[in-house]
């Protein structure tokens, strides 16, 4: 008995001394510094989209229902843009920032509420 809850406990404790390192893990890879702002959040009628810092012209902006059908995308993006929200019906929508070869540089969900 004494042998099964020393075990036990070496169990217990290699696996909650991963678990803070794969927090670690995630912490580190994730992007610092977003180089995409938007708002209103929740937006009604127009959301806007502004670059922080530089950008590349040749950016595609794409913009996802929940269920994951394209619904806008808006090529060769300026600093700032607006979207035209009459469309879009209430519900959670997901954006992605794409560079020229389809890579995602950043991606985001805002709230449509009418």
């Given amino acids: 008995m004494k042998t099964f809850t020393l075990i036990f406990l070496m169990g217990v404790m290699l ?3 991963g678990f803070g390192q794969e927090k ?3 912490a580190a890879t994730a992007p610092a510094v977003k180089i995409l702002k938007f708002y209103p959040n929740p937006a009604t ?3 806007h989209f502004d670059f922080q810092k530089d950008y590349d012209r040749s950016y595609n902006l794409v ?3 929940f269920l994951g059908k394209k619904v806008f995308e808006l090529a060769n993006i300026s600093l700032t843009n607006q979207v035209n929200l009459s469309d879009f019906t ?3 929508y997901i954006f992605q920032l794409r560079d020229r070869n389809g890579r995602i540089i950043e991606s985001g969900k805002f709230q449509v509420s009418k």
Avoid: Q
Wanted: hydrophobic share 45%; proline share 0%; net charge positive.
């Fill in 15 to 17: 696996h909650f001394s």
């Fill in 24 to 26: 670690y893990l995630l």
């Fill in 45 to 47: 009628t127009f959301i």
């Fill in 63 to 65: 913009i996802y229902n």
């Fill in 90 to 92: 209430r519900g959670v």
